[in-house]
Each structure stands twice: as structure tokens, then as C-alpha cells.
């Protein structure tokens, strides 16, 4: 399908420069792009009801982060603007949902250890995965 051709309005972060990026700044840039899609949306003729985020692997743990954290979370909080940060959907393509239990839990994976690399409290960071905020147990603040 010829995107230029159709009513889809489409935006990538991967023609985003993140050379030298820490990886645990991505889903800040994400928040942050979703609000500058959501400011610029009359000029650029995107319907902020059909907004709708997909990724895999990797993107699609940054998909859900960014439209799924609650406000308040301190992702955005460097962000231009004010906006509301809402989507109507999000297709994420196998990507993790539960950090803590890969880094450290019954699914523990080696490769989400060494993701996290030289954090310096790797398990705290881990505990603010998306599955913290979905699970009634836990709170944003009581991960």
C-alpha cells in the first residue's frame, strides 16, 4: 500500500539518530514524540481518536510504554507541551511486557540482564515495566 496515497499519517523514531543513547532514554524520546504528534496533529491532518502505535521486539516494549504508562510516571516530564497522551491502540509484536521477570524471575533471561547494562539499579528500572502499572497488586508508586 502507497502510504503517501491513503488517509494513513505515518511516523517512525527510526530515522532518529540514537547513536550514544542509553537505552533507558528511548521511551522518554517515544513519550515525547507521541506528544509532539498530538501538539502538531492540525498541521499535519492526524486524527489524535486513530492514533495507534506498533513495534516489535524491542519497539514493541517501547509501543506499550509509551501509550500505556499513566501520567506521572516522569517519562515525559522534559517533554514540550501539555498535551494529553492518548491511543486508540497498540500492536506490539512480541515485545516484553514484564522486565522484572526476565531480569530477575522465573523466566530469566540472560540477554535482558546484559540489555539493562551498567544501570545502577538495574531491578528498580526493571519494576517500572509496563506490567508493574496493569497489575491491581502493584501502583506506579509501589512497583
Keep these: 500500500m502507497d502510504l503517501r496515497r491513503s488517509h494513513w499519517r505515518h511516523t517512525s523514531l527510526s530515522a532518529v539518530p540514537v547513536t550514544g543513547v542509553q537505552t533507558c532514554a528511548l521511551p522518554i524520546y517515544c513519550r515525547c514524540a507521541l506528544r509532539w504528534a498530538v501538539r502538531n496533529a492540525k498541521q499535519y491532518n492526524i486524527d489524535t ?12 516494549h ?15 516530564n ?9 491511543v486508540a491502540a497498540i500492536i506490539n509484536w512480541y515485545g516484553i511486557s514484564d522486565v ?26 526493571a519494576k517500572r515495566s509496563v506490567a508493574a502499572y496493569l497489575c491491581s497488586s502493584r501502583t506506579a508508586a509501589d512497583p
Design 78 to 86: 522534559n517533554c514540550d507541551g501539555t498535551e494529553k497522551l492518548k
Design 49 to 60: 481518536d486513530r492514533i495507534v502505535l506498533t513495534g516489535h521486539s524491542a519497539g514493541g
Design 100 to 125: 522484572t521477570d526476565l531480569v530477575q524471575g522465573r523466566n530469566h533471561r540472560n540477554y535482558a540482564v546484559m540489555w539493562m547494562g551498567s544501570q545502577p539499579d538495574p531491578l528498580t528500572i
Design 62 to 76: 517501547l509501543s506499550l510504554i509509551t501509550g500505556m504508562l499513566p501520567e506521572g510516571t516522569g517519562l515525559d
